[in-house]
């Protein structure tokens, strides 16, 4: 029991949770120990069972106290969840053999090099694709780009103004304008027919899959007509012209011009599809590699830009609750927290200087006042031990009269209200020279802020609240700390440069006794 009661001496926790703590353990010991005196009879048996449930709920009690004063001796910063999503992301490492090496990358890193790998194989993809699409269209396109299909066309517009001709007898002008215009669509129309026979394989050629001369095909034979009537129309015979463009044989020739010219024109026809076919099919293809690149690589960049903010906020976080830590530690030091004070005179932010300090008074007397507590209420679980233990023993009755002669000696519930009044008066202070901003020396912090602090001390004033909470300025201490790491900094470089001129100073007189 002794050695139990130096180990409550030294946990730490906050006042709420151990009283509730304590006082549901008090409740414990009392119950059992009356269910003894009451019910159960005086037996050996009996006693020990009650006993090891005693011990068993005093042993549950200083575990959980043990589990919360680890977590209050540890430095914010080392409070944060690291065991987060995100660090675990990246605290999972790869190795990957190389020639030159093993080199070891995290998820991240590792995700980004796939990410660069995608991009790299979608790339040469995409090269591939449109050098293969240039080469398939250029060569196609070589080969029938400078091919028309306007040979149906040109022909129509032949038998159009010859007809026309012929039947404009009784306008002689108009006769020969279209005489003239169909010399010109004649032209046009084997300009366009001679690249494409010359164009296109043999086997569509009707005349060469034939074994036929050009002359002797139905459609070039119909051209012939039509020219020896242009010729009539031009000597003014227009009715032995109408009777050739009537005669059966002037249609039978017409007929050919589907059999014989008509093919090569599809053939050209669909070449021009088949190349549009192509160029739409690769084109299709390089747009999928780049939709599927797009879509493997810009979530991981976006997750790698997000996750690389958020590291960097947490560094930043960490990084500043370090310089807060300095920032206080140098306050708590008596011989630098006057220099200190005197430089942030001359800084001008004395007042943010000020509201740390008595910040610091409180978190003190925070820490006398939990002392208080653990004093009064671990010993209280130890004398509702020791009085269950008069019922079994002798023993435990001179321990009990022992443990109630050092409390005796220790601390009393007056002194935990006298230090809770002290907390109260110097957050009162704060609140209405700091954080109030009509107070004498308002600093820079948000109106929810102080009426927070404000609620807490109403709370305490009715006398709904017992105690003041330990982090009831933590927000403020943490925004005086952020508008101090300049002045901290420049202070610790002005501190710097006093020791290098004192270190100066005695090295120069060393040197002038050393020369004496």
Not at 78 to 106: D, Q
Request: aromatic letters at 8%.
């Amino acid at each position: 029991m002794n050695s139990l009661t130096r180990i409550c001496g030294k946990k730490q926790t906050t006042f709420s949770h151990i009283q509730k703590k304590t006082m549901t353990s008090i409740d414990t010991s009392q119950h059992v120990s009356y269910e003894l005196k009451v019910v159960s009879p005086n037996t050996c048996t009996t006693t020990i069972d009650i006993t090891e449930v005693n011990n068993n709920n005093n042993q549950q009690y200083l575990t959980k106290r043990d589990s919360i004063h680890k977590q209050k001796s540890l430095p914010s910063s080392l409070k944060t969840p690291r065991s987060s999503s995100v660090t675990k992301f990246y605290n999972r490492a790869f190795k990957i053999h190389t020639c030159c090496g093993v080199m070891e990358l995290n998820c991240l890193k590792m995700t980004s090099m796939l990410a660069l790998f995608v991009s790299l194989i979608a790339f040469c993809l995409l090269m591939a694709a449109v050098a293969f699409n240039y080469s398939v269209v250029d060569n196609l396109y070589s080969n029938i780009g400078a091919l028309q299909t306007d040979a149906t066309y040109y022909r129509d517009l032949m038998k159009l103004s010859c007809r026309v001709s012929v039947v404009s007898e009784y306008n002689r002008t108009l006769a020969l304008e279209y005489a003239d215009l169909f010399m010109t669509y004649h032209d046009k129309y084997y300009e366009v027919l001679n690249v494409l026979l010359v164009s296109v394989p043999e086997d569509v050629v009707y005349s060469k899959r034939n074994n036929m001369s050009r002359e002797d095909v139905r459609s070039r034979k119909a051209v012939k007509e039509e020219l020896s009537v242009i010729e009539m129309v031009r000597a003014s015979n227009y009715s032995q012209a109408i009777t050739i463009l009537d005669s059966p044989l002037y249609q039978y020739y017409l007929a050919g011009y589907p059999e014989e010219i008509q093919p090569v024109l599809d053939y050209v026809i669909n070449m021009q599809e088949v190349v549009e076919e192509e160029d739409l099919g690769t084109t299709l293809a390089s747009l999928i590699i780049l939709v599927v690149s797009m879509v493997i690589v810009v979530p991981v960049l976006i997750a790698y830009i997000v996750l690389s903010v958020r590291k960097d906020t947490t560094k930043e976080k960490q990084l500043r609750q370090v310089r807060k830590y300095m920032l206080m530690d140098t306050i708590n030091d008596s011989a630098l927290c006057e220099k200190f004070k005197e430089f942030c005179k001359i800084e001008r932010s004395e007042e943010n200087f000020a509201v740390l300090e008595k910040i610091n008074d409180y978190k003190k007397l925070c820490e006398k006042s939990f002392d208080i507590q653990v004093f009064l209420f671990d010993t209280d679980i130890l004398s509702g031990s020791d009085q269950f233990s008069e019922t079994t023993t002798t023993t435990s009755n001179e321990d009990s009269s022992k443990k109630k002669k050092n409390i005796k000696k220790g601390f009393t519930e007056k002194d935990l209200s006298d230090i809770e009044k002290r907390k109260f008066e110097i957050a009162f202070e704060i609140h209405t020279d700091f954080l109030d901003v009509r107070g004498e020396r308002s600093v820079n912090t948000s109106k929810q802020v102080a009426d927070n602090v404000k609620q807490f001390l109403d709370y305490f004033a009715k006398g709904e609240n017992e105690s003041l909470p330990e982090n009831l300025f933590e927000i403020v201490e943490t925004e005086m700390c952020v508008l101090m790491m300049d002045t901290h900094r420049r202070f610790k470089i002005f501190v710097e440069q006093q020791l290098k001129e004192k270190r100066k100073i005695l090295s120069t007189i060393k040197r002038k006794i050393d020369k004496k």
